[in-house]
């Protein structure tokens, strides 16, 4: 009896035993994935050089550099129209014509009025002659001779009135046929046949010959970066490889009812840009700072501040750095300070990342570090 109870015992005691160490191993174990160093992979987005312009782009219109809104100068029905839009016109084509009838009646009423001015003439020219007859034989006073004299006056003025309104008549006549002034191309028509208009008012456009350009609309946001004689670069969408040098020529000093001011850029002559065609005008804004750009899941914040996290190539390890955000853009956020050209930054998963944490890079970045950590080292050598 106490024989069994002794190797009960001694079993026991082997069994609590191997159960300690089985323990034991287990507590190292636990012990050793504690002190385990976390290496989390990143994606990251090196800082190229900061950027010191910013380009604008603008669409627009190509032009002529004059359009002429050629109108009658008299009041009437447009009776004729002999152009259409496209049509070329040069100078002294008829354009359009206007019912004259009553300024060809007023016409033979002034040449009436002239007949008569005339004949009054004589008339005064025959009185004035007898009286001066009789005054130099003392049968007349020499008032009634000065009155004779006064009427032919009055008598030549009329007619010289009369000879005017009948020019004037005339011109009337000449006014209801439009006629072109310059070589140029029809590019509207405001009013046609059966339309009664005033003097004045705009029936037929025409871009004249010569210098073309383009107007673009600009917002007052960016109409300071605008100056006349500015350089910049026409594209249009009708020719990729057509690329023309342009200069600003004017911009306007008021804002139109879109909020936006009017630039025309003057560009060279070529037979390929043609009126009508839509054109891109770029140019370079200076900026008064200069900006890098990052993804905008590269920003974080930290205690109330912007940060990004930057990667120490060779501890492999990241660090946090406040920046300060200039504004966002659609490719991301451009950032005023607190980055420089070189520096990694973190790009995605910014919201694991803890000071000093270790990270590993992507293969091209991991193979760039080290090139640049062998190249170091060669130099030490050296």
């Not at 007949?115 to 004035?128: G, H, I, M, W």
């Not at 006629?179 to 059966?194: C, F, L, R, W, Y």
């Amino acid at each position: 009896m106490v024989s069994l109870t002794t190797n009960t015992l001694r079993t026991i005691a082997g069994a609590a035993l191997f159960a300690a160490f089985g323990l034991g191993l287990t507590g190292c174990n636990e012990k050793k994935e504690e002190t385990a160093e976390v290496v989390r992979p990143v994606k990251v987005v090196e800082i190229a050089q900061a950027d010191t312009t910013r380009k604008l782009d603008y669409s627009g219109a190509v032009r002529a550099r004059t359009d002429m809104n050629l109108g009658f100068r008299v009041n009437g029905k447009i009776v004729e129209r002999k152009v259409d839009i496209g049509q070329r016109v040069k100078p002294g084509d008829v354009i359009a014509r206007m019912d004259a009838t009553d300024y060809i009646l007023a016409v033979r009423r002034s040449q009436a009025d002239l007949d008569a001015a005339e004949k009054q003439v004589q008339t005064t020219e025959l009185a004035r002659t007898r009286a001066q007859t009789l005054f130099s034989k003392n049968v007349t006073s020499k008032s009634q001779l000065e009155q004779a004299e006064l009427s032919y006056e009055q008598a030549v003025s009329t007619r010289d009135s009369a000879v005017s309104a009948l020019t004037e008549a005339k011109n009337q006549v000449a006014y209801a046929d439009l006629t072109s002034d310059m070589n140029g191309i029809v590019t509207a028509i405001n009013a046609d046949v059966g339309q009664v208009v005033s003097s004045g008012t705009p029936v037929i456009t025409v871009a004249v010959d010569g210098e073309k350009e383009v107007q673009v609309a600009v917002p007052e946001m960016d109409i300071a970066q605008f100056k006349v004689g500015k350089d910049v670069k026409a594209r249009f969408w009708s020719d990729a490889a057509l690329v023309l040098n342009g200069k600003v020529r004017e911009v306007s000093g008021s804002a139109d009812q879109s909020r936006t001011f009017a630039v025309r850029v003057s560009v060279p002559n070529d037979p390929r840009v043609l009126l009508g065609m839509t054109a891109t005008i770029e140019a370079l804004a200076d900026n008064t700072q200069s900006y890098v750009s990052i993804p905008l899941s590269a920003l974080a914040q930290k205690d109330g501040k912007q940060i990004v996290w930057l990667v120490d190539r060779s501890a492999g390890t990241v660090h946090s750095r406040a920046i300060q955000v200039a504004d966002f853009a659609d490719d991301g956020v451009r950032v005023a300070d607190g980055l420089k050209a070189g520096d990694v930054v973190v790009a995605a998963g910014t919201q694991f990342m803890t000071e000093n944490m270790k990270v590993k890079l992507p293969a091209a970045s991991a193979q760039q570090a080290s090139a640049e950590i062998n190249a170091a080292s060669a130099d030490i050598v050296r």
